[in-house]
């Protein structure tokens, strides 16, 4: 008894990928052939992946923005009640001398005590006192690559190590805030990334069960010659691609343009604020991710297509 | 070539497309199937292609018993079985050339061959100087010379043909009867369906007469 795969041919691998670039390329030229129906589609995903593909964009933009903002992570260093101005100034002057560390300012009892007396309204309570019961601080801001929370608390340990030191203060809550809302836009952005691409996936999946009705009659008759499942199922694996892939391009000029419409404005605010910030267009990497998503969401959605509806279709 | 042993078709609803029956052909024999339409001529090429199973009994085709073909090796199996419509199911947005190339293409050959091979089959049918023709502009004749010349290209072993000269005049159906005699004498295996019984009845091939799905007559070439 013979094996019913005897005659397979084409199998050699240089015949196989010529094959795949022949189909590739017909695929290609098909879609070109109707060009209204291929750019409508295209549009629909190009939108679609826009829209995350900006959001990501923008939030870099607003992190990198905020870079300047976390020097608000300030550490207020108490010293010990017998720590007297000079050795405080001593330990500053130290401190200075650390390259992670801004700025480092001192603020000795009496002036806490003027400011602490006219900001709380305590007056009366605080001429009952003997004594300024204040002791001398220090306030010190990191370089802003130090201000992560993560960076702060090593920072804060060291200070802590200091003999002048009683204890220090740290107000992480911006810091910590911040980098709570950023992290929840970034989910945000995920999400409205996930549902888009199921989106795409839906779409492309749509249009590709659309063309197999299309090619009922050809398929049909692929199958009654000889054709294997995965020789029809090629071609609208590659339409289903180039969907995805153009798609990407289309979106990554949306957000292009929308990106430099944006700049002007910007670059005005930003003037206003004496920043240089300005809106830099999509990285590499950005654009790399973007066109391979775009072009696996098409290939994945016309692969769902396929194996759904290509088994129904028999020859009769 | 073909072996049908007590082989019944049995559809959903209880009819019986075909009953019991057994026969061989044997390799190079040019066989008639005949009998009404609803006979059961239909099922049994379609058993051959594997475009059905049978219910009970064995189909043997070139050694092969087709019950042990699983899904994913139909194609290679179809590949070695040209097959004939009376509608001729060509593509009518592609040319002659590109419809009967398609056997060679699904099969994955080589360019130069393809074109060495359909030529060849274009030229036994007749059809050498209509390549880049679309089928809908040829006549009804020219039609069906382009599906066999498509069931044929690939060189199988066995050609099925169903009700080839349905729609065509006697002296049209008599031509291609002369074709499949051609393509017997050099050695190709033909079933070929067909209620047109005076023509069939000059050629003195062998006849297989189905009625109600049961093999009633069986005439031996003479």
Redesign the interface.
Known sequence: ??S????????DPS?WAL?HLQVALASLGRLCSAPLATLMTTAVIGIALALPTGLHVTLNHVQQLAGGWEGAATFSLFLKQEIGEKQAETLAAKLRRNPRLAKVQVIPPDLALAEFRRLSGFEGALDALDENPLPTVLVIEPEPEYSTPEAAETLMAGFNRQAEVDFTQLDLQWVRRFHAITEIARRGVLVIAALLALAVLLIVGNTIRLEIQNHR??I??????????A?IRRPFLYNGLWYGLSGGILAWLLVSLALWLLNGPVEHLAGLYHSDFDLSAIGLPTLGALLTASALLGLLGSWIAVSRHLSDI??? | MIHFEQVTKRYPGGHEGLSNASFHIAPGELVFLTGHSGAGKSTLLRLIGLLERCTRGQVRVNGRNLGRIGRRDIPYHRREVGMIFQDHRLLHDRTVFDNVAMPLVVAGMRHQEIGRRVRAALDKVGLLNKEKARPITLSGGEQQRVGIARAVVSKPPVVLADEPTGNLDPALSQEIMDLFMQFNRVGVTLLIATHDLDLISRMGQRILTLNRGRLVRDSAAG
């Not at chain 1, 019913?4 to 199998?11: E, L, Q, V």
């Not at chain 1, 692929?222 to 294997?228: D, E, M, N, S």
């Open positions: 008894m013979g019913a795969r005897t005659n397979r041919g084409g199998s015949t094959r009659s050809e049909e008759i692929t199958k009654l010659i000889g054709g294997t499942d020789f028999e020859p009769d």
